[in-house]
């Protein structure tokens, strides 16, 4: 993809500390950004502070904050170097971008649907020291039960979302489109992958639609690295999920050829779910040389 990259192990991806194989010291020019579904901003503001101190990513694009915007508390985040930019619904959906470089042409909203007031989609340019990219938070409909109005909502909003990228990619600048998306892509992304046969995350029109965004030319980072089974970035709180390693992998990052040029790693920071007051799922990121 145009860079040397070092081999993963799968302590890199899988297993290691946050950050992953590289500490913010030791990045040099590159670019940090991170996805974290952190299931309420007051339940996990500690938890999501400790890891922003420790892996110290240039760019955290977050989601379920369940927070209206006039509520985040956004001084946690500015005192700690970040620029912060929110689109909050009340009680519930939500995301937010942190940033320690400054953020251009704030846009919200998926375009497509005028009537749609679910805060789902954040957007923003950041400029690093070689390039300027095109971040995009997301936090794709669940979409279940299904069959029902859920999943529909969750199949259109795929489908604007897809004419979304396809535009972003005209711009012919780095695009990266990051968050909880709610789709467990295989069968490998799964534990048990038996036990989500028949939910919206993972049932073949889901998959499809997925494939449809990647199809327009972007690269999923994860899967760029490495094809091994057992890398997660969710683990219910029920039935000892997370004892077992009964995890999905559905937070992804999704990187237009330009971006996917600059990826040089990518990684998942497993081992916060077992802390103090965890949200269900962990920090999923990528280093660019931007």
Same mark, same amino acid.
């Given at each position: 993809?145009?860079?040397?990259?070092?081999?993963?192990?799968?302590?890199?991806?899988?297993?290691?500390?946050?950050?992953?194989?590289?500490?913010?010291?030791?990045?040099?020019?590159?670019?940090?950004?991170?996805?974290?579904?952190?299931?309420?901003?007051?339940?996990?503001?500690?938890?999501?502070?400790?890891?922003?101190?420790?892996?110290?990513?240039?760019?955290?694009?977050?989601?379920?904050?369940?927070?209206?915007?006039?509520?985040?508390?956004?001084?946690?985040?500015?005192?700690?170097? %970040?620029?912060?930019?929110?689109?909050?619904?009340?009680?519930?959906?939500?995301?937010?971008?942190?940033?320690?470089?400054?953020?251009?042409?704030?846009?919200?909203?998926?375009?497509?649907?005028?009537?749609?007031?679910?805060?789902?989609?954040?957007?923003?340019?950041?400029?690093?020291?070689?390039?300027?990219?095109?971040?995009?938070?997301? %936090?794709?409909?669940?979409?279940?039960?299904?069959?029902?109005?859920?999943?529909? %909502?969750?199949?259109?909003?795929?489908?604007?979302?897809?004419?979304?990228?396809?535009?972003?990619?005209?711009?012919?600048?780095?695009?990266?489109?990051?968050?909880?998306?709610?789709?467990?892509?295989?069968?490998?992304?799964?534990?048990?992958?038996?036990?989500?046969?028949?939910?919206?995350?993972?049932?073949?029109?889901?998959?499809?639609?997925?494939?449809?965004?990647?199809?327009?030319?972007?690269?999923?980072?994860?899967?760029?690295?490495?094809?091994?089974?057992?890398?997660?970035?969710?683990?219910? %709180?029920?039935?000892?999920?997370?004892?077992?390693?009964?995890?999905?992998?559905?937070?992804?990052?999704?990187?237009?050829?330009?971006?996917?040029?600059?990826?040089?790693?990518?990684?998942?920071?497993?081992?916060?779910?077992?802390?103090?007051?965890?949200?269900?799922?962990?920090?999923?990121?990528?280093?660019?040389?931007?």
């Amino acid at each position: 993809m145009g860079v040397d990259r070092p081999s993963l192990a799968d302590d890199g991806l899988g297993k290691g500390a946050p950050g992953g194989q590289k500490g913010p010291n030791d990045r040099g020019a590159s670019m940090r950004i991170a996805t974290f579904n952190i299931n309420g901003i007051k339940a996990r503001a500690e938890a999501l502070c400790a890891w922003l101190d420790e892996a110290a990513p240039d760019v955290a694009l977050l989601q379920e904050i369940k927070s209206v915007d006039e509520n985040f508390p956004r001084e946690l985040f500015e005192d700690r170097g %970040y620029n912060v930019e929110t689109h909050g619904q009340k009680s519930f959906n939500g995301v937010a971008i942190l940033s320690k470089l400054p953020l251009e042409d704030v846009s919200r909203g998926l375009p497509g649907d005028d009537e749609d007031e679910q805060a789902r989609w954040i957007e923003a340019t950041v400029t690093g020291d070689n390039h300027s990219v095109r971040i995009c938070g997301l %936090y794709l409909p669940n979409g279940n039960p299904v069959p029902g109005p859920k999943y529909d %909502y969750k199949l259109a909003w795929m489908e604007r979302m897809r004419r979304h990228a396809a535009g972003l990619l005209e711009t012919e600048m780095p695009v990266v489109m990051a968050g909880d998306y709610n789709i467990i892509p295989q069968d490998e992304d799964a534990a048990k992958p038996e036990a989500w046969t028949e939910d919206a995350l993972a049932l073949p029109q889901s998959r499809d639609a997925f494939r449809r965004i990647l199809n327009l030319g972007y690269t999923e980072a994860i899967r760029a690295r490495t094809a091994a089974p057992g890398l997660f970035s969710f683990w219910d %709180y029920q039935a000892g999920a997370w004892q077992r390693n009964n995890g999905i992998r559905i937070d992804h990052l999704l990187l237009s050829p330009q971006a996917a040029d600059l990826m040089t790693e990518a990684g998942i920071d497993k081992d916060v779910r077992g802390r103090d007051k965890p949200s269900d799922h962990v920090p999923v990121w990528i280093d660019l040389a931007a």
